[in-house]
């Protein structure tokens, strides 16, 4: 399975209006029944039921404590008049004389599966004792007779092998038995048949098993467990119980509604598909007799609480990449006409669907957009559920509306919904209506029936919602929601929500990216000298990057480590009425460039770090210059720009004075350690390319930088 499924398994229902109260079962003795003798253990067959009966029909072999015969195979046809009289005998050839059966068959009938003692060959005498164990034996139809009687090799001397019932595919013989090693008196097993032979028995587990009796097991097309058990609790004697084999276990079996158990002994049940009628045995009349039962209303026996399809979430970018939201803006737009501003914000979507969810960051004054941090698809789904559309809470006495239209269960039509409001009262339909008569807390349980669009076959599920019923219309309701969590889940974290990531700016800032500042962007290749540039201030140097994966060529003027170094720029030349000017991140591609870039976040490119106050080289500047020294040596047609930028503490002139005898300095260093000169520029720009404000030293400090451009030749 995908992942641990939680399952709902309900049985049967009807087509009409049924309101009040109401039994889960109408049961009813079936009219074959002797009056003193015993039938029990009813499977299908044909037209009719096969059973087993210790009645008295001139059989040679009785026992004579009651005066009843032995156990034996019966079959009589349902279809007709089924009385006691119309019972007989099943098959002469699989009469012994000791007891025989139960049995089951395979599902083309001609192959039968029986229990009986192993030795049937001597005097009644001679074989009646404790030591002729009971096994299960086959035997296949051949021109109207039951012959090749097969003792299987599952069964043992030593202990008994009884109450057969094997998997309508046939893979599979379920069974009870005494053998050593098990959880109780009798356990179930089942013997996989495998390579033309059943395989060594294999114990059901403690899940099923207890320190009791467990016997009479019976599975349904579905693959659903029904058995009887006298170690759980019940309502007294053997019970009947269910489970369901889910996600490599067993459920905890769950006892099934009066009146199918009772305070007496009750088990060997067969049913339907969908259990909306079948058989069962019962000592509740002084005889063990099989009884005829049909579902009156569904019995949820795996409650799944319904899950709440959620449609409002939070939404939070994680700052990684941090903004100055003096004078930008966190933008989201989720796809369905709304917006909202924020680095944290909540929205609720009109319902489950498929939306495209951008954040951008927007310039505040001229709502320009400056970056593009994450986009990606999202797809809100619905649970795959039965749904109760119902309030959440209600005052005792009103007429509450109920239901079922907002199933969501695709590849199935809906045929008809049944509900049980847990306070005696049930109803069918697909809109209801009920009323509480006492406060509390109802787990209110709706099932419904379903036919399969492409095979055609019925299914049935179901769902439980909890409804808070309130002793009066005084009772104030804000109390009761402010005591429920109301903070909504992050969209991250919501199950039942697909999102698949088209850009996510903070994802690539881990590959060795850099934000670049690009003018304009175009399908088509746009010469440098093009009048479009002519009012870029000659301090900007304008590149030429081809993007291959958006097939466009991208023209840039900056670029920064940081985004938000990337503002000055922005805002500079989106004032000069280059209105199209962006912030793109950039993952760096050749190794020269990711070295590079490696090397100024190990070593920083603050010029406090490079020189002294007599602006000499520092010892961190060495550090920094000869493994720049190593990467050119390295990439010999390496060419670089050493470029230094100021604060604006100075004039202007001075400024760029300084700026350019430091990247001179630089420079210098380089050519002194071999590296030639072609290959070096030295560049100062002073304060005039900014990359925070001038108010606060630590802003200044920012400023106080020194740039290693590779020179695109």
Same mark, same amino acid.
């Given at each position: 399975?995908?992942?641990?499924?939680?399952?709902?398994?309900?049985?049967?229902?009807?087509?009409?209006?049924? #309101?009040?109260?109401?039994?889960?079962?109408?049961?009813?003795?079936?009219?074959?029944?002797?009056?003193?003798?015993?039938?029990? !253990?009813? /499977?299908?067959?044909?037209?009719?039921?096969?059973?087993? !009966?210790?009645?008295?029909?001139?059989?040679?072999?009785?026992?004579?404590?009651?005066?009843?015969? #032995?156990?034996?195979?019966?079959?009589?046809?349902?279809?007709?008049?089924?009385?006691?009289?119309?019972?007989?005998?099943?098959?002469?050839?699989?009469?012994?004389?000791?007891?025989?059966?139960?049995?089951?068959?395979?599902?083309?009938?001609?192959?039968?599966?029986?229990?009986?003692?192993?030795?049937?060959?001597?005097?009644?005498?001679?074989?009646?004792?404790?030591?002729?164990?009971?096994?299960?034996?086959?035997?296949?139809?051949?021109?109207?007779?039951?012959?090749?009687?097969?003792?299987?090799?599952?069964?043992?001397?030593?202990?008994?092998?009884?109450?057969?019932?094997?998997?309508?595919?046939?893979?599979?013989?379920?069974?009870?038995?005494?053998?050593?090693?098990?959880?109780?008196?009798?356990?179930?097993?089942?013997?996989?048949?495998?390579?033309?032979?059943?395989?060594?028995?294999?114990?059901?587990?403690?899940?099923?098993?207890?320190?009791?009796?467990?016997?009479?097991?019976?599975?349904?097309?579905?693959?659903?467990?029904?058995?009887?058990?006298?170690?759980?609790?019940?309502?007294?004697?053997?019970?009947?119980?269910?489970?369901?084999?889910?996600?490599?276990?067993?459920?905890?079996?769950?006892?099934?509604?009066?009146?199918?158990?009772?305070?007496?002994?009750?088990?060997?049940?067969?049913?339907?598909?969908?259990?909306?009628?079948?058989?069962?045995?019962?000592?509740?009349?002084?005889?063990?007799?099989?009884?005829?039962?049909?579902?009156?209303?569904?019995?949820?026996?795996?409650?799944?609480?319904?899950?709440?399809?959620?449609?409002?979430?939070?939404?939070?970018?994680?700052?990684?990449?941090?903004?100055?939201?003096?004078?930008?803006?966190?933008?989201?737009?989720?796809?369905?006409?709304?917006?909202?501003?924020?680095?944290?914000?909540?929205?609720?979507?009109?319902?489950?669907?498929?939306?495209?969810?951008?954040?951008?960051?927007?310039?505040?004054?001229?709502?320009?957009?400056?970056?593009?941090?994450?986009?990606?698809?999202?797809?809100?789904?619905?649970?795959?559920?039965?749904?109760?559309?119902?309030?959440?809470?209600?005052?005792?006495?009103?007429?509450?509306?109920?239901?079922?239209?907002?199933?969501?269960?695709?590849?199935?039509?809906?045929?008809?919904?049944?509900?049980?409001?847990?306070?005696?009262?049930?109803?069918?339909?697909?809109?209801?209506?009920?009323?509480?008569?006492?406060?509390?807390?109802? #787990?209110?349980?709706?099932?419904?029936?379903?036919?399969?669009?492409?095979?055609?076959?019925?299914?049935?599920?179901?769902?439980?919602?909890?409804?808070?019923?309130?002793?009066?219309?005084?009772?104030?309701?804000?109390?009761?929601?402010?005591?429920?969590?109301?903070?909504?889940?992050?969209?991250?974290?919501?199950?039942?929500?697909?999102?698949?990531?088209?850009?996510?700016?903070?994802?690539?800032?881990?590959?060795?990216? /850099?934000?670049?500042?690009?003018?304009?962007?175009?399908?088509?290749?746009?010469?440098?000298?093009?009048?479009?540039?002519?009012?870029?201030?000659?301090?900007?140097?304008?590149?030429?990057?081809?993007?291959?994966?958006?097939?466009?060529?991208?023209?840039?003027?900056?670029?920064?480590?940081?985004?938000?170094?990337?503002?000055?720029?922005?805002?500079?030349?989106?004032?000069?009425?280059?209105?199209?000017?962006?912030?793109?991140?950039?993952?760096?591609?050749?190794?020269?460039?990711?070295?590079?870039?490696?090397?100024?976040?190990?070593?920083?490119?603050?010029?406090?770090?490079?020189?002294?106050?007599?602006?000499?080289?520092?010892?961190?500047?060495?550090?920094?210059?000869?493994?720049?020294?190593?990467?050119?040596?390295?990439?010999?047609?390496?060419?670089?720009?050493?470029?230094?930028?100021?604060?604006?503490?100075?004039?202007?002139?001075?400024?760029?004075?300084?700026?350019?005898?430091?990247?001179?300095?630089?420079?210098?260093?380089?050519?002194?350690?071999?590296?030639?000169?072609?290959?070096?520029?030295?560049?100062?720009?002073?304060?005039?390319?900014?990359?925070?404000?001038?108010?606060?030293?630590?802003?200044?400090?920012?400023?106080?930088?020194?740039?290693?451009?590779?020179?695109?030749?």
């Amino acid at each position: 399975m995908m992942r641990k499924l939680v399952l709902v398994i309900l049985i049967t229902s009807f087509s009409q209006i049924i #309101l009040g109260q109401s039994e889960t079962y109408i049961v009813k003795k079936a009219s074959f029944n002797s009056d003193k003798y015993d039938e029990f !253990s009813p /499977v299908y067959f044909k037209n009719g039921i096969v059973f087993c !009966s210790n009645r008295n029909l001139g059989l040679s072999n009785r026992s004579t404590s009651q005066n009843k015969g #032995l156990f034996k195979i019966y079959y009589v046809d349902t279809a007709g008049k089924a009385d006691w009289e119309s019972a007989k005998l099943f098959s002469k050839n699989l009469t012994t004389i000791l007891n025989d059966g139960p049995v089951t068959f395979n599902s083309s009938r001609d192959t039968i599966y029986y229990s009986r003692n192993h030795d049937i060959s001597s005097k009644l005498s001679d074989i009646s004792g404790p030591r002729n164990k009971l096994g299960i034996f086959s035997a296949i139809m051949v021109k109207g007779q039951w012959t090749k009687i097969m003792d299987l090799r599952i069964n043992n001397e030593w202990y008994n092998v009884t109450t057969p019932y094997l998997s309508p595919d046939g893979k599979k013989l379920y069974f009870a038995s005494d053998k050593p090693g098990g959880f109780g008196g009798s356990d179930l097993y089942y013997s996989q048949w495998k390579n033309d032979r059943w395989n060594d028995p294999v114990n059901l587990g403690p899940v099923i098993n207890t320190k009791g009796n467990e016997s009479y097991p019976f599975i349904n097309p579905a693959g659903e467990l029904f058995f009887s058990s006298d170690g759980r609790p019940g309502h007294g004697g053997k019970d009947i119980f269910f489970s369901l084999y889910s996600d490599s276990a067993w459920l905890e079996p769950v006892c099934l509604d009066p009146p199918i158990n009772s305070q007496f002994d009750d088990f060997g049940i067969v049913t339907d598909t969908l259990m909306n009628e079948g058989y069962f045995s019962s000592n509740r009349d002084k005889s063990i007799d099989i009884y005829h039962f049909k579902t009156n209303l569904p019995q949820i026996l795996y409650k799944s609480i319904q899950k709440k399809n959620q449609y409002c979430f939070m939404f939070t970018d994680s700052g990684a990449l941090v903004i100055d939201t003096l004078n930008l803006k966190y933008i989201w737009n989720f796809g369905d006409g709304e917006k909202a501003s924020g680095r944290v914000v909540s929205h609720c979507f009109p319902g489950a669907g498929k939306y495209t969810v951008k954040l951008d960051v927007v310039e505040k004054n001229t709502r320009n957009l400056f970056f593009s941090k994450l986009i990606y698809n999202l797809e809100l789904r619905d649970f795959n559920q039965p749904f109760i559309n119902s309030p959440d809470i209600v005052v005792k006495g009103d007429i509450v509306k109920f239901d079922g239209l907002r199933s969501n269960i695709p590849g199935y039509r809906v045929l008809n919904y049944s509900w049980d409001f847990r306070d005696g009262n049930k109803s069918f339909g697909k809109n209801v209506e009920h009323s509480f008569k006492e406060p509390g807390e109802y #787990l209110v349980n709706l099932t419904v029936t379903l036919k399969s669009d492409s095979t055609g076959n019925e299914h049935k599920t179901g769902v439980s919602k909890k409804i808070q019923v309130l002793n009066d219309a005084r009772v104030s309701y804000t109390a009761h929601i402010d005591s429920v969590k109301t903070n909504l889940p992050d969209i991250r974290t919501y199950e039942n929500a697909l999102i698949k990531t088209q850009f996510s700016a903070e994802t690539e800032f881990r590959k060795d990216a /850099v934000f670049n500042v690009e003018l304009l962007s175009s399908k088509n290749k746009i010469g440098l000298d093009n009048k479009i540039f002519r009012n870029v201030p000659k301090k900007y140097t304008i590149t030429e990057k081809f993007i291959p994966e958006d097939i466009t060529y991208s023209y840039v003027v900056d670029q920064q480590m940081s985004l938000m170094a990337t503002y000055p720029a922005y805002n500079e030349l989106f004032a000069l009425g280059f209105k199209n000017v962006r912030i793109k991140i950039f993952v760096l591609k050749e190794p020269a460039e990711k070295e590079l870039h490696n090397l100024i976040n190990r070593n920083g490119a603050y010029a406090g770090s490079y020189f002294d106050s007599s602006d000499r080289l520092t010892s961190n500047a060495f550090i920094m210059l000869d493994q720049i020294v190593k990467l050119m040596n390295k990439y010999p047609f390496l060419r670089l720009e050493v470029a230094v930028h100021s604060d604006n503490t100075g004039s202007a002139a001075t400024s760029l004075m300084l700026s350019q005898s430091r990247s001179q300095l630089l420079v210098g260093y380089l050519i002194n350690r071999g590296i030639s000169s072609k290959r070096l520029v030295a560049t100062g720009f002073g304060g005039s390319k900014p990359i925070a404000p001038n108010f606060l030293e630590k802003d200044r400090k920012l400023n106080r930088r020194i740039d290693f451009i590779i020179i695109n030749n």
